[in-house]
């Protein structure tokens, strides 16, 4: 149980173009995800919380323009980053918290390695 | 954000032995959590903290909530090679409400 998936896994895409990642719950309800950001051997740094049918929350130096978030089901939020640079390179990560758990345990998805040319 | 103190950075050690490590915060934490994430992978969830003093084991993994609830430890015992990858603490406090921040990362290399 609590397994999270992430697609796509890696991508590599043109400066200027928009990529979407997707992060699922797949045995489980999450009313709450997380989307965290990883450099090389650098810890995970949290970017905003996800809310199913509201706005997301943005950790302070976050551009919500840049980083877009859907979380439009229980199971299933996005993160769109828009007009992609060089510098937005990174691995991203997103998490989710069981609702039914009734505790705060977060699962992670297995990551997605974004490359921008 | 927030971000937590973790060491050591980074253990090479030799298989069979003892690993410690902790993790700490300036702020009081009610909940503690311990993953370890290989290369290219999500964290991996080990074990979950509620209480001040909790003391819990998984398997060789046993990780403790300190009494002051602004720190946290995890032993590995008799380590193995496929203890290699990055732990990761991660705590939660009131104010933060479902948000956890993470530790620095404590890199483990067991020598065979």
């Known amino acids: 149980g609590a397994v999270v998936s992430q697609h796509p896994s890696w991508v590599i895409c043109k400066s200027g173009t928009s990529v979407k990642i997707e992060c699922r719950s797949l045995d489980f309800q999450a009313t709450t995800m997380f989307w965290y950001r990883q450099f090389p051997k650098q810890s995970l740094m949290l970017m905003a919380t996800s809310n199913e049918g509201s706005k997301a929350t943005y950790e302070q130096g976050v551009e919500k323009d840049k980083f877009l978030i859907n979380h439009a089901s229980l199971t299933l939020s996005t993160l769109t980053v828009t007009s992609a640079h060089p510098e937005d390179s990174s691995f991203y990560i997103c998490?989710?918290?069981?609702?039914?758990?009734?505790?705060?345990?977060?699962?992670f998805g297995p990551g997605t390695r974004l490359t921008v040319t | 954000g927030q971000q937590l103190n973790q060491s050591p950075q980074s253990m090479f050690i030799q298989e069979g032995e003892d690993v410690s490590m902790n993790c700490t915060s300036s702020?009081?934490?009610?909940?503690w959590l311990w993953y370890k994430q290989d290369p290219g992978e999500g964290p991996v969830l080990l074990i979950a903290l509620y209480k001040a003093g909790e003391l819990t084991s998984n398997g060789r993994l046993t990780a403790q909530f300190g009494i002051t609830r602004k720190d946290s430890f995890l032993n590995i015992s008799a380590s193995i090679p496929s203890d290699v990858g990055i732990y990761f603490c991660a705590g939660r406090t009131r104010g933060t409400g479902n948000q956890f921040y993470f530790g620095t990362g404590t890199s483990l290399t067991v020598i065979p």
């Open positions: 702020s009081i934490f009610n909940t």
């Open positions: 998490s989710a918290r069981n609702l039914a758990g009734g505790n705060y345990e977060q699962y």
